[in-house]
Every structure is written in C-alpha cells, then in structure tokens.
C-alpha cells in the first residue's frame, strides 16, 4: 500500500531553519504531485506547498512564500521542504501529500502521511 513518511520535523528558535523530507513508497513517485500542509493546534489543516511530476513547478502559500522550498528527488521517492526564517506561527504539524492530479493535491490529496511536528521558539 501507500505509505508516506515524514522526517526531520522538531523545535527550532525563531529565525532558524528546517528541512523536512517525505520517504513515498507503493506508488509510482514520478506520477504523483507532491505537496506540504500544515495544521496548527486549534485550526484547520492549511496548504502550505506543491510540486509537480517532474520538479519543475512548484506552489506556494503566502504566509511560506519567500522562506520555504519545495523539491523532489524521483531517484529516491523523496520530496522535501526547506524552511528558512521560521517563525512562531510556523508552528504546526506538518504532513506530506500525494495526488495523481496538481490539481487534486491542493484541495484533496488522496494520500497522506502520518505528520511530523515543527515547534518554533521565540
């Protein structure tokens, strides 16, 4: 079956960065968008980045726009985020996403992962 695992999450001062990486397996990694959400503690689980089959676009959130890089690596069935400039309110649980449509990622994936958690201290 689908699996994605997400690693890399942890606590982080403000200002700091993180990289997050997503390990895909059971799925044909070069045929699926790719993407990051987040769910902070009281909200609803928000879209925070996509990118497509091949890497070569790529989407972002306003709030992550400028500071986070989404990327892929289909060689290894691994996308990863790289968060810079972290801030409080990056705090969240962050999951990885799949879909076999762009399209379908950013409003429902039809895989998801289990979550890791990014804590940022002021």
């Known amino acids: 079956q689908v699996q994605l695992v997400e690693s890399g999450g942890g606590l982080v001062q403000a200002g700091g960065s993180l990289r997050l990486s997503c390990a895909a397996s059971?799925?044909?990694?070069?045929?699926?968008?790719m993407g990051w959400f987040r769910q902070a503690p009281g909200k609803e689980r928000e879209f925070v980045a996509a990118v497509s089959y091949s890497g070569a676009a790529r989407y972002y959130a306003d709030p992550v726009n400028g500071r986070f890089t989404i990327s892929r690596e289909n060689a290894k069935n691994t996308v990863y985020l790289q968060m810079n400039s972290l801030k409080r309110e990056d705090t969240a649980v962050y999951y990885c996403?799949?879909?076999?449509?762009?399209?379908?990622?950013?409003?429902?994936?039809?895989?998801w992962g289990q979550g890791t958690q990014v804590t940022v201290s002021s």
């Open positions: 996403a799949a879909d076999d449509r762009l399209s379908g990622l950013r409003v429902m994936p039809v895989y």
């Open positions: 059971g799925l044909t990694f070069s045929a699926y968008a």
